[in-house]
């Protein structure tokens, strides 16, 4: 597994209850710019509409050799593959429970293109706060012990 591209605000903004595999339907020219590594999913993330799931405001350079480069839109909607059971599961999550669908990263799998999502709830202040508390506990906690 060859990781692209990820999305490091995601574990900090949300909770990350599940995480789900998803292939992307992409152009070729959007296949070249993930590979270079000229992609950004900090801002996006994934809607349902109409019984399908789209990646939503993730940003793809276009590179300067692309044919018809006027008409090319980096900031395009474009649609996940995933089958229906996961579908259902992934629409019954955000309208019932209240959950959001967080794109984490994107990464090659034998030769194709993935994307992994997260069901996660958006994290509070005072949540954000122990988390870093947390951290900083650990950091300290491995450098006392590695003196000792």
């Not at 993730?58 to 050799?65: C, G, I, R």
């Not at 259902?88 to 209240?98: C, D, I, R, W």
């Amino acid at each position: 597994m060859n990781i692209l591209c990820t999305n490091k605000k995601a574990s900090f903004k949300y909770s990350i209850i599940k995480k789900l595999e998803a292939g992307l339907n992409l152009q070729g020219w959007e296949v070249k710019s993930i590979k270079q590594g000229h992609a950004q999913i900090s801002e996006s993330y994934v809607s349902i509409k109409n019984n399908q799931a789209y990646l939503i405001n993730a940003h793809l350079k276009v590179l300067d050799n692309t044919n018809n480069s006027d008409s090319v839109n980096p900031k395009r909607s474009r649609k996940l593959l995933l089958n229906k059971r996961e579908l259902v599961y992934l629409k019954t999550e955000v309208s019932q429970n209240g959950h959001v669908l967080v794109p984490i990263k994107i990464y090659a799998k034998n030769s194709l293109i993935k994307l992994e999502i997260a069901i996660g709830k958006g994290k509070k202040t005072h949540d954000k706060r122990a988390a870093i508390k947390e951290r900083e506990w650990q950091r300290n906690k491995d450098r006392i012990l590695k003196k000792k």
